[in-house]
């Protein structure tokens, strides 16, 4: 049973930076999509990032495109989320999750993952 922890949020002023760690035990399963979502209060829970496990593939949501990257590190048994130039509208409590898939591509919707962690919050403030 694979379990993740989130870890790497905090309090940041507009257009600053933070770094996001989900960590997989016991390791990140290969063929797998991993995806960061987000949830502001009031607000549906969307993936802002997503990256399957065999080849690297990624996808971002439109929002966040060009300020935001997800990388694994198999060593460190990690799925990272670099968010730069945050915006007040990035505030969210954030989640890791993760699925097998077969074909490379990675759900977007929430419903398609089996696996989340507990949640890492970050706040931006203007």
């Known amino acids: 049973q694979v379990q993740l922890v989130e870890s790497g949020g905090g309090s940041v002023q507009s257009g600053g930076s933070l770094r996001l760690s989900c960590e997989a035990s016991?390791?990140?399963?290969?063929?797998?999509?991993v995806a960061w979502f987000r949830q502001a209060p009031g607000k549906e829970r969307e993936a802002v990032a997503r990256?399957?496990?065999?080849?690297?593939?990624?996808f971002y949501a439109d929002s966040v495109k060009g300020r935001f990257t997800i990388s694994q590190d198999n060593a460190e048994k990690r799925v990272y989320l670099e968010m730069n130039s945050l915006k007040p509208e990035d505030t969210a409590m954030y989640y890791c999750?993760?699925?097998?898939?077969?074909?490379?591509?990675?759900?977007?919707?929430?419903?398609?993952?089996?696996?989340w962690g507990q949640g890492t919050q970050v706040t931006v403030s203007s």
């Open positions: 999750a993760r699925v097998p898939v077969s074909d490379g591509y990675c759900p977007q919707g929430k419903s398609a993952y089996s696996t």
């Open positions: 990256i399957y496990t065999s080849g690297g593939s990624t």
């Open positions: 016991p390791y990140i399963y290969a063929r797998n999509c």
